[in-house]
């Protein structure tokens, strides 16, 4: 079964453009949470879809937003990017929603992005 | 709120010897509780799941934790490190009651002295 994967996994982008970053979970996987992991703070938790909705959100500005397409494939968008944006990208998917008994979570390779 | 507490940020065991990495939950009701490991330029990937049947979880990799619901701990250990061990650890805890996100601690850094 193939894991889950995430394009591109090596993005530069310059301050003020925006960015798309998409993964696809494992087949049979409806939720999807995105991270956000830099060396200062970590691996801090962006937001969680499930079957199309958004169940969950982190503490990130309006300018960071996702979606989840009825495949569960996901795509999470940065706006008006800024240098604190550079950082590695990370999906996870899982059967079910997070806190259910199938709520193991596999990770892709991540999108490094960084901005300049 | 939960959360999760890696002490020590940066650990170093001499190959063949015994690794502890340490994790403390803070929940308030029984947790789930997660080790994963990252290699340089990768995603994580499990090692290992606690859901509230034994105790004692076996892993990849011939890791394993022990759940202490009276520590609040879920300690990592392996019995005989081996070069290819030395990466990133993470522990990490959700609620089953599905309230809250799955919440990560701040990493241990494992290196193998060989």
């Known amino acids: 079964k193939a894991g889950v994967t995430q394009t591109p996994r090596y993005l530069i982008k310059t301050r003020g453009q925006q960015v798309t970053l998409s993964c696809s979970p494992i087949?049979?996987?409806?939720?999807v949470s995105w991270y956000q992991q830099t060396p200062g703070q970590g691996l801090q938790f962006l937001f969680e879809?499930?079957?199309?909705?958004?169940?969950n959100k982190g503490n990130f500005p309006g300018r960071f937003s996702g979606r989840q397409f009825s495949n569960s494939r996901s795509e999470m968008n940065v706006s008006t990017l800024e240098l604190g944006d550079s950082a590695l990208y990370l999906c996870?998917?899982?059967?079910?929603?997070?806190?259910?008994?199938?709520?193991?979570?596999?990770f892709g390779p991540g999108t490094r992005l960084t901005v300049l | 709120a939960q959360s999760v507490t890696q002490l020590g940020s940066h650990v170093s065991v001499s190959e063949g010897a015994l690794v502890l990495l340490r994790c403390n939950y803070s929940?308030?009701?029984?947790?789930?509780l997660f080790w994963y490991v990252q290699y340089p330029n990768q995603g994580l990937q499990l090692l290992l799941k606690?859901?509230?049947?034994?105790?004692l979880v076996k892993g990849i990799n011939g890791f394993e934790a022990e759940f202490k619901k009276s520590e609040t701990s879920f300690h990592l250990t392996k019995p005989s490190a081996h070069m290819s061990d030395a990466a990133e650890y993470f522990c990490?805890?959700?609620?089953?009651?599905?309230?809250?996100?799955?919440?990560f601690g701040t990493g241990t850094r494992l290196t193998i002295i060989p």
């Open positions: 879809y499930f079957s199309e909705t958004q169940r």
């Open positions: 929940s308030s009701v029984p947790p789930y």
């Open positions: 990490a805890v959700s609620d089953p009651f599905g309230n809250e996100k799955l919440t």
């Open positions: 087949s049979g996987h409806r939720s």
């Open positions: 606690y859901t509230s049947a034994a105790t």
């Open positions: 996870a998917s899982s059967l079910g929603p997070v806190g259910t008994g199938t709520d193991t979570q596999y």
